[in-house]
Protein backbone atom coordinates (compact mmCIF):
# COMPACT_ATOMS: atom_id res chain seq x y z
CA UNK A 1 0.00 0.00 0.00
CA UNK A 2 0.94 4.01 -0.10
CA UNK A 3 2.60 3.79 3.83
CA UNK A 4 4.84 0.92 2.99
CA UNK A 5 5.43 2.91 -0.28
CA UNK A 6 6.24 5.79 1.58
CA UNK A 7 8.16 4.74 4.26
CA UNK A 8 10.30 2.63 2.10
CA UNK A 9 11.47 5.83 0.27
CA UNK A 10 11.78 7.53 3.38
CA UNK A 11 14.56 4.83 4.28
CA UNK A 12 16.31 4.49 0.67
CA UNK A 13 16.78 8.51 1.09
CA UNK A 14 18.13 8.05 4.79
CA UNK A 15 20.25 5.53 3.30
CA UNK A 16 21.73 7.67 0.62
CA UNK A 17 22.68 10.72 2.99
CA UNK A 18 24.76 8.68 5.48
CA UNK A 19 27.47 9.43 2.29
CA UNK A 20 28.75 12.23 2.03
CA UNK A 21 28.85 12.13 -1.81
CA UNK A 22 24.74 12.61 -1.80
CA UNK A 23 22.55 16.03 -1.35
CA UNK A 24 19.02 17.29 -1.31
CA UNK A 25 18.34 18.74 -4.49
CA UNK A 26 16.18 21.45 -3.33
CA UNK A 27 15.11 22.35 -7.09
CA UNK A 28 14.45 18.97 -8.38
CA UNK A 29 11.55 16.44 -7.19
CA UNK A 30 10.63 13.04 -7.42
CA UNK A 31 7.28 12.23 -8.21
CA UNK A 32 5.86 8.23 -7.46
CA UNK A 33 3.19 5.89 -7.67
CA UNK A 34 1.84 6.84 -11.11
CA UNK A 35 0.20 5.58 -13.30
CA UNK A 36 1.64 4.23 -16.71
CA UNK A 37 -0.48 6.10 -18.74
CA UNK A 38 1.21 9.28 -16.88
CA UNK A 39 2.98 11.59 -19.67
CA UNK A 40 5.30 14.50 -19.49
CA UNK A 41 2.17 16.48 -20.36
CA UNK A 42 0.02 14.88 -17.92
CA UNK A 43 2.90 16.48 -14.98
CA UNK A 44 2.94 19.99 -16.60
CA UNK A 45 -0.70 20.04 -15.99
CA UNK A 46 -0.69 18.79 -12.75
CA UNK A 47 2.52 21.44 -11.83
CA UNK A 48 0.05 24.25 -13.39
CA UNK A 49 -3.12 23.18 -10.89
CA UNK A 50 -0.53 24.00 -7.81
CA UNK A 51 -0.11 27.23 -9.68
CA UNK A 52 3.41 27.26 -10.81
CA UNK A 53 3.99 29.00 -13.81
CA UNK A 54 5.27 27.08 -17.14
CA UNK A 55 8.64 29.51 -17.26
CA UNK A 56 9.66 28.44 -14.23
CA UNK A 57 9.69 24.41 -14.86
CA UNK A 58 12.34 22.95 -16.31
CA UNK A 59 12.55 19.39 -17.75
CA UNK A 60 9.67 17.04 -16.69
CA UNK A 61 11.08 13.35 -17.29
CA UNK A 62 8.94 9.79 -16.77
CA UNK A 63 11.48 6.93 -16.08
CA UNK A 64 10.64 4.47 -19.15
CA UNK A 65 11.88 1.20 -19.93
CA UNK A 66 14.24 0.79 -22.53
CA UNK A 67 13.19 -0.87 -25.96
CA UNK A 68 15.31 -2.02 -28.24
CA UNK A 69 15.35 -0.21 -32.14
CA UNK A 70 16.35 -1.21 -35.41
CA UNK A 71 19.48 1.48 -36.50
CA UNK A 72 18.21 4.51 -38.29
CA UNK A 73 14.10 3.73 -37.04
CA UNK A 74 13.05 6.00 -34.57
CA UNK A 75 12.68 4.65 -30.82
CA UNK A 76 9.43 4.03 -29.68
CA UNK A 77 8.58 4.96 -25.76
CA UNK A 78 8.76 2.23 -23.13
CA UNK A 79 6.42 1.11 -20.54
CA UNK A 80 6.29 3.81 -17.91
CA UNK A 81 8.06 2.76 -14.41
CA UNK A 82 5.91 4.20 -12.16
CA UNK A 83 7.62 7.43 -11.29
CA UNK A 84 9.46 10.84 -12.96
CA UNK A 85 11.66 13.99 -11.97
CA UNK A 86 10.64 17.25 -12.46
CA UNK A 87 12.73 20.35 -12.01
CA UNK A 88 12.24 23.83 -11.12
CA UNK A 89 13.54 27.02 -10.91
CA UNK A 90 13.47 28.05 -7.31
CA UNK A 91 12.97 26.07 -4.33
CA UNK A 92 9.54 27.83 -3.72
CA UNK A 93 7.91 26.54 -6.86
CA UNK A 94 9.19 22.67 -5.83
CA UNK A 95 7.89 23.40 -2.07
CA UNK A 96 4.55 24.48 -3.53
CA UNK A 97 4.26 21.38 -6.24
CA UNK A 98 5.27 18.78 -3.11
CA UNK A 99 2.59 21.00 -0.95
CA UNK A 100 -0.57 20.67 -3.29
CA UNK A 101 0.13 17.12 -4.71
CA UNK A 102 1.99 15.14 -2.27
CA UNK A 103 -0.30 12.89 -0.54
CA UNK A 104 -3.77 14.50 -2.27
CA UNK A 105 -6.53 12.29 -2.62
CA UNK A 106 -8.02 14.83 -5.16
CA UNK A 107 -5.19 13.33 -7.75
CA UNK A 108 -6.25 9.82 -7.02
CA UNK A 109 -6.55 9.57 -11.06
CA UNK A 110 -2.75 10.23 -11.82
CA UNK A 111 -2.09 6.84 -10.09
CA UNK A 112 -4.91 4.75 -11.53
CA UNK A 113 -4.30 2.78 -14.56
CA UNK A 114 -7.20 3.54 -16.97
CA UNK A 115 -9.86 1.03 -16.90
CA UNK A 116 -9.23 0.17 -13.35
CA UNK A 117 -12.31 1.11 -10.49
CA UNK A 118 -11.08 2.61 -7.12
CA UNK A 119 -11.15 0.59 -4.04
CA UNK A 120 -11.80 1.51 -0.56
CA UNK A 121 -8.14 2.90 -0.22
CA UNK A 122 -7.35 5.49 -2.85
CA UNK A 123 -4.15 5.65 -4.08
CA UNK A 124 -2.31 9.16 -4.04
CA UNK A 125 1.31 10.39 -5.03
CA UNK A 126 3.76 10.30 -3.42
CA UNK A 127 6.22 13.77 -4.01
CA UNK A 128 9.58 14.00 -2.33
CA UNK A 129 12.84 16.05 -3.21
CA UNK A 130 15.46 14.12 -4.94
CA UNK A 131 18.95 12.77 -3.09
CA UNK A 132 21.20 13.37 -5.87
CA UNK A 133 24.86 11.91 -6.35
CA UNK A 134 27.66 14.96 -6.70
CA UNK A 135 28.91 12.76 -9.54
CA UNK A 136 26.38 11.87 -11.67
CA UNK A 137 25.42 15.62 -11.47
CA UNK A 138 28.55 16.53 -12.47
CA UNK A 139 28.38 14.04 -14.89
CA UNK A 140 24.80 15.05 -16.64
CA UNK A 141 26.20 19.22 -16.59
CA UNK A 142 29.16 18.24 -18.74
CA UNK A 143 27.11 16.07 -21.07
CA UNK A 144 24.71 19.30 -21.29
CA UNK A 145 27.71 21.47 -21.87
CA UNK A 146 29.51 19.56 -24.57
CA UNK A 147 25.88 19.17 -26.70
CA UNK A 148 25.60 23.27 -25.96
CA UNK A 149 29.37 23.89 -27.55
CA UNK A 150 28.67 21.33 -30.23
CA UNK A 151 25.66 22.95 -31.18
CA UNK A 152 26.36 26.49 -31.43
CA UNK A 153 29.86 25.56 -32.54
CA UNK A 154 30.79 26.60 -36.43
CA UNK A 155 30.81 23.95 -39.00
CA UNK A 156 34.07 22.96 -40.35
CA UNK A 157 34.63 23.72 -44.40
CA UNK A 158 32.05 24.34 -46.67
CA UNK A 159 27.84 23.30 -46.08
CA UNK A 160 25.79 20.81 -47.55
CA UNK A 161 24.05 22.88 -49.48
CA UNK A 162 27.24 24.63 -51.01
CA UNK A 163 28.89 21.46 -51.81
CA UNK A 164 25.45 20.07 -53.52
CA UNK A 165 25.63 23.71 -55.72
CA UNK A 166 29.03 23.34 -56.25
CA UNK A 167 28.57 19.87 -57.68
CA UNK A 168 25.81 21.11 -59.63
CA UNK A 169 27.85 23.75 -61.48
CA UNK A 170 30.65 21.11 -62.00
CA UNK A 171 28.17 18.66 -63.73
CA UNK A 172 26.69 21.81 -66.23
CA UNK A 173 30.24 22.58 -67.54
CA UNK A 174 31.00 19.11 -68.11
CA UNK A 175 27.41 18.46 -70.57
CA UNK A 176 28.68 22.05 -72.13
CA UNK A 177 32.04 20.30 -73.03
CA UNK A 178 30.50 16.87 -74.17
CA UNK A 179 28.33 18.83 -76.08
CA UNK A 180 30.94 20.65 -77.56
CA UNK A 181 33.32 17.30 -77.75
CA UNK A 182 35.81 18.58 -75.84
CA UNK A 183 37.71 16.46 -73.60
CA UNK A 184 36.48 16.49 -70.08
CA UNK A 185 38.75 18.87 -67.81
CA UNK A 186 40.79 16.57 -65.72
CA UNK A 187 42.06 18.06 -62.58
CA UNK A 188 45.92 18.45 -62.11
CA UNK A 189 47.49 15.98 -59.50
CA UNK A 190 49.03 18.04 -56.88
CA UNK A 191 52.88 17.29 -56.11
CA UNK A 192 54.26 16.91 -52.55
CA UNK A 193 57.57 18.92 -52.40
CA UNK A 194 59.17 17.35 -49.34
CA UNK A 195 62.30 19.73 -47.96
CA UNK A 196 65.53 17.36 -46.62
CA UNK A 197 66.04 20.02 -44.38
CA UNK A 198 62.63 20.28 -42.81
CA UNK A 199 62.28 16.56 -42.12
CA UNK A 200 65.87 16.64 -40.57
CA UNK A 201 64.47 19.75 -38.31
CA UNK A 202 61.37 17.82 -38.10
CA UNK A 203 63.83 14.53 -36.35
CA UNK A 204 65.78 17.14 -34.16
CA UNK A 205 62.84 18.50 -32.79
CA UNK A 206 60.98 15.28 -32.06
CA UNK A 207 64.31 14.05 -30.71
CA UNK A 208 64.59 17.05 -28.04
CA UNK A 209 61.23 16.48 -26.84
CA UNK A 210 61.45 12.99 -26.33
CA UNK A 211 63.99 13.97 -23.95
CA UNK A 212 62.40 16.34 -22.18
CA UNK A 213 59.36 14.20 -21.89
CA UNK A 214 61.56 11.62 -19.88
CA UNK A 215 62.61 14.15 -17.77
CA UNK A 216 59.48 15.38 -16.98
CA UNK A 217 58.56 11.94 -15.90
CA UNK A 218 61.48 11.38 -13.84
CA UNK A 219 60.28 14.70 -11.95
CA UNK A 220 56.89 13.77 -12.01
CA UNK A 221 58.01 9.79 -9.84
CA UNK A 222 59.81 11.90 -7.43
CA UNK A 223 57.23 14.41 -6.52
CA UNK A 224 54.53 11.60 -6.00
CA UNK A 225 57.47 9.88 -3.42
CA UNK A 226 57.66 12.70 -1.45
CA UNK A 227 53.90 13.82 -1.73
CA UNK A 228 52.22 13.61 1.82
CA UNK A 229 49.13 11.40 2.37
CA UNK A 230 45.97 12.46 0.85
CA UNK A 231 43.28 13.81 3.16
CA UNK A 232 40.03 13.58 2.85
CA UNK A 233 38.02 15.31 0.63
CA UNK A 234 34.59 17.19 2.27
CA UNK A 235 31.58 16.52 -0.11
CA UNK A 236 29.64 19.19 1.03
CA UNK A 237 27.14 20.70 -1.10
CA UNK A 238 27.71 24.36 -1.56
CA UNK A 239 24.47 26.66 -1.41
CA UNK A 240 23.17 30.23 -0.60
CA UNK A 241 21.45 28.89 2.39
CA UNK A 242 23.39 25.83 4.43
CA UNK A 243 21.37 26.70 7.62
CA UNK A 244 17.83 25.86 5.60
CA UNK A 245 19.32 22.88 3.76
CA UNK A 246 20.67 21.17 6.54
CA UNK A 247 17.00 21.60 8.02
CA UNK A 248 15.57 20.39 4.79
CA UNK A 249 18.08 17.12 4.91
CA UNK A 250 17.26 16.28 8.69
CA UNK A 251 13.37 16.59 7.49
CA UNK A 252 13.95 14.38 4.74
CA UNK A 253 15.85 11.58 7.04
CA UNK A 254 13.22 11.94 9.79
CA UNK A 255 10.34 11.50 7.14
CA UNK A 256 8.65 15.13 8.14
CA UNK A 257 6.40 16.64 5.77
CA UNK A 258 5.57 13.86 4.30
CA UNK A 259 1.85 13.75 4.68
CA UNK A 260 -0.98 16.17 2.42
CA UNK A 261 -1.22 19.69 4.03
Given at each position: NDLKKRERARQEAATKLR???FHVNPQRLSIRNLAPHVDATLLKELIEAAGVSPKDVGA?????????TAPGKKPKPGKSKGYAFAEFSSHACAMRVLRFANNN?????????RGKKLNSEVPRPIVAFVVEDHRKVALRQKREDDAKAKATAPLAGPSRKERRREKRIANRLEKKRARRGEAPAVAPKKTKVVDDGLLRDRADDRAVEQVFDAAERKRDKKRRKKKAPEQDVEYAYK???PDYLASLKKAVVAGEGRWFE
Open positions: NPLVHVARDKVPPELASYCVPAPQ
